[in-house]
């Protein structure tokens, strides 16, 4: 790869390093060219990115964007998953894959600048996703407004009932 060539793929990867809001490090080695592409398949559907590029050229990249902390990690044949939006998906899609595929290893990630072990990646997967934060606040917040329409209803209804009770009584 010639000089020029070497730095836009620098410049193309400096700008999705700086985009990304999480990003993780695995080591593919031995994984067969149809077990990647699986995984790329799976990871194109959680909105996450799978690359694999030559080392030095992402390090390179890395300075001064926020995932500068794997800098010291690109080391070996390396792939690494980038996320743009929800900054948990590529820890959940290659847990999932990794559990089932014993070769792909997760070596390191960072989310919003941190660096995060493989162990706390695998933590991360059993997060539940923003979509579910999301709505669990959404009934959190609901909650208490139910409880007091239905609190401010009960005297009417007890009220209603002793009408219906007293009128099948005369009747």
Known sequence: MKRPEKQQMISDLQEKFSRAKAAVLTEYRGLSVQELEDLRMQLRSADVEYRVVKNTLAARAAAGTGLECLRESFTGPVGIAISYNDPLSPAKVLTAFAKKQEKLRLVVGALEGRLVDAKGLKGLAT????????????????????????????????????????SEQVH
């Open 127 to 166: 997060l539940p996703g923003l979509k579910q934060l999301r709505a669990g606040l959404v009934g959190l917040l609901q909650a208490p407004a139910a409880c007091l329409a239905r609190v401010l209803a009960a005297p009417g209804t007890q009220v209603a009932r002793v009408l219906k009770a007293r």
